[in-house]
């Protein structure tokens, strides 16, 4: 019984959460597209070029570690 409980419990709590990310996206695409500024789409391309800027960077780290984990444990 307390198992089944916990699950139900794991669900509702999932429900919420989605909830609210579902809520938190339709406020941000609502906000996006109020924007009618002509440069929309240069901010749109620049917020692109930093998050492949920000995951390019994050694979390097993650590679030099990978090939490397004694020198970044030791420093």
Same mark, same amino acid.
Request: with cysteine; hydrophobic share 55%.
């Given at each position: =019984?307390?198992? &089944?409980?916990?699950?139900?419990?794991?669900?509702?709590? $999932?429900?919420?959460?989605?909830?609210?990310?579902? *809520? =938190? %996206?339709?406020?941000?695409?609502?906000? =996006?597209? @109020?924007?009618? %500024? #002509?440069?929309?789409? %240069?901010?749109?391309?620049?917020? &692109?070029? &930093? %998050?492949? &800027?920000? #995951?390019?960077?994050?694979? $390097?780290?993650? *590679?030099? #570690?990978?090939?490397?984990? @004694?020198?970044? #444990?030791?420093?």
């Amino acid at each position: =019984m307390p198992f &089944a409980l916990t699950g139900v419990l794991f669900v509702l709590i $999932s429900a919420a959460a989605s909830l609210n990310l579902l *809520q =938190m %996206d339709a406020r941000m695409a609502s906000a =996006m597209a @109020k924007d009618t %500024d #002509i440069n929309a789409a %240069d901010t749109a391309l620049l917020y &692109a070029r &930093a %998050d492949l &800027a920000r #995951i390019v960077v994050f694979t $390097s780290t993650a *590679q030099s #570690i990978n090939s490397n984990p @004694k020198k970044v #444990i030791c420093s």
